[in-house]
């Protein structure tokens, strides 16, 4: 079935400094989906990208999905501590009925 | 709105006992999910449902069982728990498919002893 990739698994960063994480299938995706989990929480929505090249801001995030739709990423600039998380890409999968998680990537913001 | 609330928030069984973990949404979102969540191992489709008297199988069926009788309700059942069902499990519902936002449930943590 579909694989969506996601990278790094950690990624721990000064509080002010800049975290991405890339997430790559190897086939095209319709949408991307990105999600936030914090610490003993559920997933949240973040956003969903549709259009190839897209670009979307909110505040310090951007999300990014490629041009051939099969890679996307997410950028925040300046950490803060209430970025702790772990971020979680997720696109379509099994004729559209199902949705694939990659394996998330675990932020750690050093005060 | 309560949004999607599943219950119990912890559970531990015995190796063998059976259990159902609740699911319930108020939003009148067709399609509904469940999911496991494992260290290392990101979020796991189990079950899924498009509506009402439909369900279908996800990547990790195997040892759980579902129903959808109504729009609101997706429970997930234990049939004989297994110390590798330990994990947490999250319930999740969106309105038109798994290809629009999904709200999650606050989740489960189960453990079998």
């Known amino acids: 079935g579909q694989q969506v990739m996601q990278i790094p698994q950690y990624q721990h960063v000064q509080e002010g400094e800049d975290f991405t994480t890339y997430c790559n299938s190897s086939?095209?995706?319709?949408?991307i989906q990105w999600y936030k989990q914090r610490p003993g929480g559920h997933p949240v929505f973040l956003i969903q990208?549709?259009?190839?090249?897209e670009v979307k801001k909110q505040k310090r995030l951007t999300f990014q999905f490629g041009e051939a739709k099969k890679n996307s990423s997410l950028h925040i600039t300046a950490t803060q501590t209430t970025d702790v998380g772990t971020y979680f890409c997720?696109?379509?999968?099994?004729?559209?009925?199902?949705?694939?998680f990659g394996i998330g990537t675990k932020l750690q913001v050093i005060p | 709105n309560a949004g999607v609330t599943q219950t119990p928030k912890f559970q531990v069984l015995k190796t063998g006992q059976s259990m159902t973990l609740q699911c319930a949404q108020d939003?009148?979102?067709?399609?509904m999910s469940w999911y496991r969540q494992d260290p290392g191992m990101g979020l796991r489709l189990i079950h899924y449902?498009?509506?009402?008297?439909?369900?279908d199988q996800g990547e990790v069926p195997n040892g759980y069982n579902v129903s959808r009788s109504t729009t609101e309700d997706f429970p997930l059942r234990l049939l004989s728990a297994a110390p590798s069902q330990t994990s947490v499990y999250f319930c999740?519902?969106?309105?038109?498919?798994?290809?629009?936002?999904?709200?999650f449930g606050q989740g489960t943590r189960l453990t079998v002893v």
């Open positions: 999740a519902s969106s309105y038109l498919g798994p290809n629009t936002e999904a709200f």
């Open positions: 086939t095209t995706l319709s949408n």
């Open positions: 990208l549709v259009k190839s090249g």
């Open positions: 997720a696109g379509p999968s099994g004729g559209y009925q199902k949705v694939t």
């Open positions: 939003m009148n979102h067709e399609y």
């Open positions: 449902s498009v509506g009402a008297g439909i369900t």
